[in-house]
């Protein structure tokens, strides 16, 4: 798997916290050959220490989106005062040409 194949953000339109451990999610060759595509959006709850308590997915291709959600599962993020709510985006592409 190449880090070219797809591109790994974190968007939202209000503060966020900061990524300290980031987990690229698996993208199977079976499903890349077979142009399963597409832009997974999840919700991550994270507890004041940094850790990823629940993820839930707002949108995407169910065929990929357990594995974008198993991969943010594993993230860590700089301790807060408070749980937050974070946004994560992943863009699943095959880069056929």
Aim: with cysteine; proline share 8%.
């Amino acid at each position: 798997m190449s880090s070219d194949s797809f591109l790994l953000g974190q968007s939202a339109p209000k503060p966020h916290r900061k990524t300290v451990v980031t987990v690229e999610p698996q993208y199977p060759a079976m499903l890349k050959s077979a142009r399963f595509e597409g832009v997974i959006r999840l919700a991550a709850t994270v507890l004041p220490n940094g850790n990823v308590s629940k993820v839930e997915v707002k949108g995407g291709n169910p065929m990929l989106c357990q594995y974008a959600s198993q991969a943010v599962m594993r993230w860590k993020y700089a301790p807060g005062p408070t749980q937050t709510v974070e946004d994560v985006i992943f863009n699943f592409h095959s880069d056929s040409h």
